[in-house]
């Protein structure tokens, strides 16, 4: 059993990111025999990210994948339900490039999380972090990940989103999943989105495995 986890590198002026901090942190834990974890950090740019993940794909051949955003106007972790089948860059990525309203795919507005969010909800709450189900990934590069996971692989795939938390200074960005949304300043420290996410990638392998 094997599962890749990905986040994304620091964006703009920042230089942590939430989710790939996590993911650096993921790296680091025993997970005990029978499954292991594979990770990749995603650029924050059009041009790089899908291909990145799917390269990590191609390369670990995973049997699972759980992907990891941050959400500045979330305070509590966020497993997707659905991604959607638009892509908008409303600001620059890292490589200063913007992208008009416009469809990521030939498919349907919506595609369902192929790992059911009510049962990473009940992992996530398992360790004493707040987390809640959203029906919106938002139009930028989270989305566009989630949306090529779901439409072009077959694999069991999730979304999560974290809140913005720094280890140093507050955030500057991350609000582009809500856009217009207030930033919400999370009282959750890196070590309990760490212990959220295990908790949710072991869950999806307890799932996963009987079938394997």
């Given at each position: ?109 919506w ?17 004493n ?10 139009a ?59 908790a ?13």
């Amino acid at each position: 059993m094997k599962i890749l986890v990905t986040g994304f590198e620091p964006f703009g002026q920042d230089t942590e990111n939430s989710s790939g901090m996590v993911v650096e942190r993921l790296r680091k834990l025993d997970w005990g025999p029978g499954f292991g974890v594979v990770t990749a950090i995603l650029p924050v740019t059009w041009a790089g990210s899908v291909p990145t993940l799917l390269e990590a794909i191609e390369t670990h051949q995973p049997h699972a994948v759980v992907a990891l955003g941050e959400a500045g106007g979330r305070a509590v972790v966020t497993p997707e339900r659905r991604a959607r089948n638009l892509g908008h860059g409303r600001i620059p990525d890292n490589d200063d490039a913007a992208r008009p309203p416009s469809p990521l795919d030939d498919g349907p507005e919506w595609l369902e999380s192929r790992i059911d969010p009510e049962s990473l909800i009940k992992a996530i709450r398992s360790v004493n972090v707040p987390a809640a189900i959203s029906d919106d990934a938002g139009a930028f590069l989270c989305n566009a990940v989630y949306r090529a996971l779901l439409s072009e692989t077959d694999l069991p795939g999730a979304f999560i989103h974290v809140p913005a938390v720094r280890t140093r200074g507050t955030a500057t960005v991350g609000q582009e999943t809500d856009p217009g949304a207030a930033a919400s300043s999370s009282e959750l420290s890196i070590d309990q989105l760490t212990e959220a996410i295990a908790a949710s990638v072991s869950a999806v392998a307890a799932d996963l495995m009987p079938s394997i």
